[in-house]
């Protein structure tokens, strides 16, 4: 499976979390439901918007969303800050890029005079999705980052801002299967990695998914702008102008996902092939290298002693034949 330089600003995540039955699945299925369990979701408000400086404007891809939270009887707002972290390489630079884009998030809520200083600051949640191969490996708290640690009189004074992160490659199949949700499907079809038969298992338990969503022609829609967006950056042979709905239209993707895997299939047996017909020849090489070796040392003791064919041949491990042979070429 090849695979295009993936853009940054071009994942379709950003769409998917534009609306908001995707992040409720997202702080559902994958945030800790002693937080997912204070939130109503039926208040969910997108804010989606840069609110950064160009320090780390290049690298941005983010939602907002604000939602109620009640906690010990008082209700009030906390901001969702999902940043989607689609690098190649881990940015060990996460905590102070967070801590600037909470900072700039903050001063646009009062230049908009969302809020006024005397209000005070509503609490963020930010959260890092994270799709790369390689595991995370950032400090996940900015404090984390300041070395050698300062002494205890010291550390009231240094920031502190925690991020939760959401690695999809460390769900596992069964993980994602007890998660039935558009967005697990999405986390599996990510996951399904350099293999077509892979993806089109992954493409099936969306499809059947979708297909049990109370809205399912909505959700179909979202969900099928962005596989065919993943399609393409996986250069997948498929005609994906015809890709209009994964309901509608799943015979139709199955069959060409079914035709990539016998193609897989066929690349595997005949790369398969070739590595024992590599082997083999190995093998054959240094079968004859190890023959060379001994005839030399028989030639050597067919010089330099008076050994006979016989003795020759058993200490080399040689046939007598091959001896006899080697003394005739000698004396000649």
């Not at 963020?124 to 708290?141: E, I, K």
């Not at 004859?288 to 020759?312: C, F, G, H, P």
């Amino acid at each position: 499976m090849a695979s295009k330089q993936q853009n940054h600003h071009d994942t379709g995540y950003k769409e998917l979390f534009s609306h908001p039955e995707f992040v409720q699945q997202l702080i559902e299925g994958f945030v800790p439901a002693e937080i997912a369990q204070l939130m109503d979701f039926t208040t969910l408000k997108n804010h989606s918007g840069h609110y950064i400086t160009p320090l780390f404007e290049e690298k941005i891809e983010d939602v907002v969303w604000s939602v109620e939270v009640t906690w010990e009887g008082v209700t009030q707002d906390v901001y969702l800050y999902i940043l989607l972290e689609f690098q190649s390489a881990v940015d060990r630079t996460m905590p102070i890029r967070l801590m600037h884009y909470v900072a700039c998030f903050y001063s646009e809520l009062l230049k908009k005079k969302t809020i006024t200083p005397g209000q005070g600051l509503p609490p963020v949640f930010p959260v890092v999705l994270y799709n790369g191969s390689q595991r995370w490996t950032a400090p996940l708290d900015i404090f984390e980052m300041i070395t050698p640690e300062p002494p205890g009189f010291l550390q009231v004074y240094q920031p502190h801002l925690r991020y939760y992160l959401v690695e999809e490659s460390r769900y596992t199949d069964e993980q994602l299967g007890l998660v039935q949700t558009p967005l697990s499907g999405v986390f599996s079809v990510e996951n399904a990695g350099e293999s077509w038969e892979t993806l089109q298992r992954a493409v099936d338990r969306i499809v059947a998914i979708i297909q049990a969503d109370p809205n399912k022609d909505r959700v179909d829609k979202v969900v099928t702008r962005w596989i065919k967006r993943h399609l393409y950056r996986l250069e997948a042979d498929i005609n994906l102008d015809q890709l209009n709905s994964l309901v509608e239209d799943k015979d139709m993707l199955a069959e060409n996902l079914e035709n990539l895997v016998q193609k897989e299939r066929q690349i595997g047996r005949q790369e398969a092939e070739q590595r024992i017909r590599e082997a083999e020849q190995r093998i054959r090489e240094a079968e004859q290298r190890a023959l060379e070796s001994k005839r030399n040392a028989a030639r050597k003791l067919i010089t330099l002693t008076e050994m006979n064919d016989q003795l020759i041949a058993e200490i080399e491990e040689l046939p007598i034949e091959e001896v006899e042979k080697l003394r005739a070429e000698t004396q000649y």
